[in-house]
């Protein structure tokens, strides 16, 4: 197995909490496998939302905006996959992290001056609900951009009924999601 270099970007602004020990689970896997691994916290930032400006590269950076999503643009540029760990915000991604997402927009376009190689993904999702049917708007949205980037999507991991700090801890998900992380 050649070892990649994994960008784990994470959305939740609550410290430590359940999406946080699903990056955590998975980095472990990740790096005992070899792997080079990044955790991006979103939520400790300050990234704007896109502002469909479309005025990308046009200062020589991705996003003609300063903000922390600069930041980011270097750490995206070097991985080889990305995994996205975030709550479920009314059925999608957590602002946080969709601002950064938002922003990867400017790697899309003819101006873009250092294409991304990412070529492999993994979405790992937990929330309050136990109903896995409030989930299918994030696992739509992460499927529809996977496939759009040309992304191999390497696993979805949706957590139900986790919604005080540390619900996760005791569950089968921590486990089951180090496995993934040590099989990407």
């Not at 980095?27 to 979103?42: P, Q, R, S």
Request: net charge neutral; charged share 30%; hydrophobic share 35%.
């Amino acid at each position: 197995m050649e070892k990649k270099n994994i960008l784990v970007l994470t959305g939740s602004p609550r410290r430590n909490g359940n999406s946080d020990k699903m990056a955590e689970a998975f980095i472990k896997g990740a790096t005992t496998a070899g792997h080079e691994v990044t955790k991006f916290e979103t939520a400790r930032k300050d990234i704007l939302g896109c502002k469909a400006c479309n005025t990308c590269w046009s200062k020589g950076t991705p996003c003609s905006f300063e903000d922390d999503f600069q930041e980011l643009t270097t750490l995206l540029e070097a991985a080889d996959a990305i995994v996205f760990a975030t709550p479920l915000y009314w059925f999608s991604f957590s602002a946080q992290i969709k601002a950064a997402i938002d922003k990867m927009y400017s790697y899309l376009g003819k101006d873009c001056k250092r294409p991304l190689k990412i070529k492999e993904s993994v979405l790992l999702v937990c929330g309050g609900d136990d109903e896995l049917e409030v989930f299918e708007g994030i696992n739509t949205s992460y499927k529809a951009i996977a496939k759009y980037m040309k992304w191999q999507d390497r696993g979805v991991v949706i957590v139900p009924g986790v919604s005080e700090k540390n619900d996760i801890e005791g569950t089968k998900f921590l486990e089951e999601i180090e496995k993934l992380g040590k099989s990407i």
